[in-house]
């Protein structure tokens, strides 16, 4: 599974202007997916080795970030840490009707931005593997009056073959400590 | 005379007025007379292995500091400078030798006495006793099998006690997999905010196996330990051919255990990985012959009073319902596995406990929609006329009956029942009207008095 660390900054020629603006694209489609509720079709945007990931986060002391803010994938529980199963179990879970937690469905909107590419390898003209880091702004709104307002980071790898990208790694980085939602019920 | 703050509940009749949820007069009193003098788990010993390791916690709807000093004793500390009350600690975990206030910067060691109070020569020499002013410590601590509880109630009874006959059951979620007593580690908490009130939560986990069609959409698609094999379900069926249990206890506990009819009718989980099903099979031999006969008795779920939740097996854990104003709850989820389980096991069940547990979660996210609206509408004033009905199984309960051919002890169900909730709410009753120690320990409670003979 690849980590999401980048080894070197990125040269900003050309072809990397171009490959941002097609990351953009994928990431515009995908967001366009889960609100409009196409979650079938936005399983295809994973590769089938995705690590989806988001760690519980702490406050730590002055120097402590980089080895202890975060939880880690290798060990401990985090809100998420899953594969392609689990993510699909959670679409066929939406999809039973049954699921009160999104049954009505939630309104989402999903805005993306500070899209930035950080790796493509082997280039970015020909780019198989990309690393990017964004910033989304999840909008949730829940029958009548619950809103919830998700603020944070994205760290992911992607894959690309025949021109087609799908997510091979996530990190999903939620700025907030204690979680102040009472249900992640919504993809990120 | 006081109005009866408790409005039309009437637990004989089996029905709880609505405002014991939304009531700030009650929630107020809650926090004075439930949170002050129960016990309530505060942390796991492996969060604070070596000298100075600390993890801050809540009791009620304070901060405290789980700290391990430097000679190696566990304290829980109110997180609260003496001087102004500024908390002395805002890290969630780490290791010090001094806790700082950042107002006056009085510091503080990890034993919890005043280490230093700046310029206190020439300003406080003669008046300000450095004894006494020592961060406020609970009245009672107890280390059971690695569980922290604590008190801040020196006349409560010793923690043996309080548990009373729930304690076995609290023993079946602690300890190792294969019998040994203790072992086992936290691995990670879950914290977060939920819009209800907080006995929602904690009556919840008594043993309400009543809500079973609110998990359905789990159960249809399958996420259990052996969800990969294709079996349907949220859980594997390890408890299938077990007589379930519902328990109420003297000082409000509420269990939901289960016993085997046999040694031959256990199905170990985790059917989907043969190395990982083995590594279960065994552990199970080997509790059956540590404990024998006993070992047929398995967890499943409870609540001991007033806020400690736990799940005995599939996930396994501890969770606290801290009050967080009237019609707020904070859960924190404590997942434990056995200490020594190689790395395999340990990934294997956590990553179930993530897909199962919390907000996160797949089964419990429909528990928090169902918290958040139910209490919701004890707000309303029609609502409110309306108590809500704990009929369930009234008056189907066996003092200490033989089940399978073990004795279980306290008032005893093998139907699906509220009378966990039913004792729950009495005793809960008696908190709040500040009742003497024998009166919460259910001494004078009439049901659990009564000799009943054994079938």
């Not at chain 1, 307002?149 to 990208?165: A, I, K, M, P, W």
Request: proline share 4%; charged share 25%; glycine share 8%.
């Amino acid at each position: 599974m690849p980590d999401n660390t980048v080894s070197a900054p990125i040269t900003r020629d050309d072809a990397y202007f171009r490959l941002r603006q097609e990351v953009e694209e994928f990431y515009y489609d995908e967001a366009a997916m889960l609100d409009e509720r196409r979650f079938d079709e936005w399983l295809d945007c994973l590769h089938d080795d995705i690590l989806y990931f988001m760690p519980m986060r702490f406050n730590v002391k002055f120097g402590q970030h980089a080895e202890r803010e975060n939880t880690t994938a290798d060990e401990g529980m985090s809100w998420f840490n899953e594969d392609k199963w689990t993510l699909r179990k959670r679409v066929e879970q939406i999809l039973t009707g049954v699921h009160y937690a999104e049954e009505p469905l939630s309104r989402v909107s999903h805005l993306i931005t500070n899209i930035q590419v950080k790796e493509a390898s082997p280039s970015a003209a020909d780019a198989t593997e990309i690393k990017t880091s964004c910033r989304f702004f999840v909008y949730q709104n829940r029958v009548e009056h619950e809103t919830y307002n998700y603020v944070g980071r994205r760290y992911d790898t992607l894959s690309r073959e025949n021109g087609q990208f799908q997510v091979i790694r996530r990190e999903i980085i939620l700025e907030q400590n204690i979680l102040l939602a009472k249900a992640l019920t919504t993809f990120f | 005379m006081e109005k009866n703050i408790f409005g039309d509940t009437d637990l004989d009749a089996g029905v709880v007025d609505r405002r014991i949820f939304v009531d700030e007069e009650i929630y107020r009193r809650e926090l004075e007379t439930v949170f002050t003098r129960a016990w309530l788990f505060v942390g796991h010993q492996s969060q604070i292995p070596n000298p100075g390791d600390f993890f801050t916690s809540r009791m009620g709807e304070e901060s405290v500091i789980l700290v391990r000093d430097k000679k190696d004793e566990i304290h829980v500390f109110l997180n609260s400078c003496r001087h102004r009350g500024m908390k002395v600690c805002r890290y969630d975990s780490g290791n010090t030798s001094l806790f700082t206030c950042p107002y006056h910067a009085w510091t503080y060691s990890t034993d919890g006495k005043v280490r230093g109070i700046p310029q206190y020569k020439d300003l406080y020499d003669g008046v300000l006793d450095r004894e006494k002013w020592g961060l406020i410590e609970v009245a009672q601590l107890v280390n059971y099998k690695g569980a922290i509880f604590a008190t801040w109630d020196k006349d409560a009874p010793d923690f043996e006690t309080y548990m009373g006959d729930a304690l076995m059951h609290l023993d079946m979620a602690l300890d190792c997999r294969d019998g040994r007593p203790g072992g086992s580690e936290v691995i990670g908490v879950h914290r977060w905010v939920l819009p209800t009130n907080w006995k929602y939560t904690a009556e919840n986990f008594l043993g309400d196996s009543y809500h079973n069609p609110s998990h359905r959409s789990v159960d249809l698609i399958g996420i259990g330990p052996s969800g990969r094999a294709g079996i349907k379900g949220r859980r594997d069926g390890e408890l299938e051919t077990a007589t379930h249990v519902w328990i109420n206890f003297p000082q409000g506990h509420g269990v939901h255990s289960a016993v085997q009819p046999s040694f031959g009718n256990y199905t170990p989980p985790a059917s989907d990985d043969p190395e990982i099903g083995e590594y279960f099979a065994e552990c199970h031999k080997l509790r059956q012959e540590r404990l024998g006969e006993e070992s047929r008795l398995l967890p499943f779920t409870g609540n001991f009073f007033p806020n400690t939740g736990y799940h005995g097996g599939q996930p396994r854990g501890l969770v606290v319902w801290h009050p967080h104003g009237v019609d707020k709850t904070e859960g924190w989820r404590f997942f434990l596995v056995d200490a020594d389980a190689p790395k395999s096991v340990k990934d294997y069940l956590r990553k179930f406990y993530m897909r199962y547990s919390g907000p996160a979660g797949m089964t419990e996210q429909d528990d928090m929609e169902n918290w958040l609206y139910a209490s919701k509408s004890c707000k309303g004033v029609i609502a409110r006329r309306n108590p809500f009905n704990y009929q369930l199984s009234k008056d189907a309960a066996q003092q200490n009956p033989i089940v399978n051919g073990i004795q279980i002890r306290g008032r005893v169900t093998t139907q699906m029942t509220e009378h966990m909730a039913r004792g729950y709410y009495r005793r809960w009753m008696d908190y709040v009207n500040d009742a003497d120690w024998d009166t919460l320990m259910g001494k004078h409670d009439p049901r659990h008095n009564v000799v009943q003979a054994a079938e």
